[in-house]
């Protein structure tokens, strides 16, 4: 009797074991095709394609941080590419129920979440600068250098800050340069590879930093 117990045991530990690698196949599949969906935008509506994709990657594999990361970028995205829609408040509520699920996630990279909430900060600024600038300009900041110190081979929130400082008052911005810091960034930036395990977006906004008046 324990002979059957213990086989049924086994069988029931090799189930699922297969059905574990199973589902992992099936996770990195729908990330590969989801990522490489998102190097392929070209407008608004297939923004729209790539965060319903992620959406339904989060939902259906709650335990994995990357896609919950890419259903708040590719929400806070779309606001910029959309800034007069009005779908945007709602798309920024989206993607704070997100940032605060990336939150709990203990296998989260904390430097890119810290990163996500800045640019996140940022957007909302956008949306309403007279109330949310601030409000917000401090917690944008303060993301943004927390996510350099946790990583400082994070290129995104040295270009980020820069790009976001070189849009406010002179009296408002910090003393860091900007030809500096977009250099840093490009150095980062030149060392990052596609990968379907972490985020690399953001270079674009190399060309959006007006580095020369420094």
Do not use: H
Not at 5 to 18: F, G, R, Y
Not at 83 to 108: F, I, P, T, V
Not at 136 to 164: C, D, G, H, W, Y
């Amino acid at each position: 009797m324990k002979t059957l117990s213990l086989l049924a045991l086994m069988i029931t530990l090799s189930m699922a074991m297969q059905l574990t690698a199973q589902d992992e196949a099936a996770y990195i599949k729908a990330m590969e095709a989801s990522v490489d969906q998102l190097d392929k935008v070209q407008s608004a509506a297939d923004l729209q394609v790539c965060k319903n994709s992620f959406e339904r990657i989060a939902g259906s594999y709650d335990k994995q941080w990357l896609p919950t990361y890419y259903t708040a970028y590719l929400n806070t995205e779309l606001v910029y590419w959309e800034m007069k829609s009005d779908q945007n408040n709602m798309r920024l509520a989206e993607a704070e129920k997100y940032l605060k699920r990336l939150d709990e996630m203990e296998d989260a990279d904390r430097s890119e979440v810290e990163n996500l909430w800045g640019y996140y900060y940022m957007c909302r600024i956008s949306q309403d600068p007279e109330t949310m600038g601030q409000q917000l300009f401090q917690p944008t900041v303060t993301k943004f250098e927390t996510s350099m110190a946790l990583n400082p081979e994070n290129p995104r929130p040295v270009i980020l800050l820069t790009f976001f400082e070189q849009n406010l008052p002179p009296f408002l911005q910090s003393k860091r340069n900007r030809a500096e810091e977009k250099k840093k960034a490009e150095a980062l930036f030149s060392k990052e590879k596609k990968s379907y395990s972490q985020p690399y977006w953001g270079k674009y906004f190399l060309q959006m930093i007006n580095a020369d008046s420094e």
